[in-house]
């Protein structure tokens, strides 16, 4: 295996690099208490601090996932996703069977690979999630807290629309409930 083709071609390196501080504020909080921060997005949101990484990836960093939240069995068309436990624990299915990840364990699903995260213990769960390329999850991460008031038709149109392709639509995202 080699290195990717060139991406850079200047001669002497840039000033580019993009900093968050541990201080920045979560992008969504829940009643719940669980926060999701958007470390690194796959295109610009908008948003004060942005950091976009131009479709490379997308990293987000959810905090305090509280005991019985999580998603259904699912795969994704276009991304990988994975996964990395940064305190407590989480229950993740690699599409066969059910782990008990705990701090510093890592789960990678290519695309197409089914797969579940739930929190299953009696205390919050926090963990880093990668999407490879970096699609909007944005979109998909903050229309999840409407998804009780759409029809079944207009629930799969919204899981169609990013790229998310559940086993079971009764079993769709239940974070941060």
Known sequence: MSYPQD??????GEVSASFRAATEKPELA??????TYYLATGK???RENDI???????????RN?????????????TMSESFFVTDGTLGVFDGVRWREASKGDFLYVPAGGL???????????????LFTPG??????????????????????????AHDSYFI??????KVGR
């Open 7 to 12: 991406r850079y071609h200047g001669e002497n």
């Open 30 to 35: 829940s009643p719940s208490g669980m926060e």
């Open 44 to 46: 610009p949101t908008g």
């Open 52 to 62: 976009a990484t131009n479709g490379e990836f997308g990293l987000y960093h959810v």
């Open 65 to 77: 996932l509280p005991p019985g939240g999580g998603t259904g069995t699912h795969f994704h068309r």
């Open 115 to 129: 797969h579940s995260f739930t929190n299953r213990s009696d205390d919050p769960a926090s963990f880093l999630m």
């Open 135 to 160: 699609a909007p999850r944005e979109e998909y991460f903050e229309g999840v807290g409407h998804l009780a008031a759409l029809s079944r038709a207009e629930r799969e149109d919204f899981f169609r």
């Open 168 to 173: 079971d639509l009764g079993d769709g995202p």
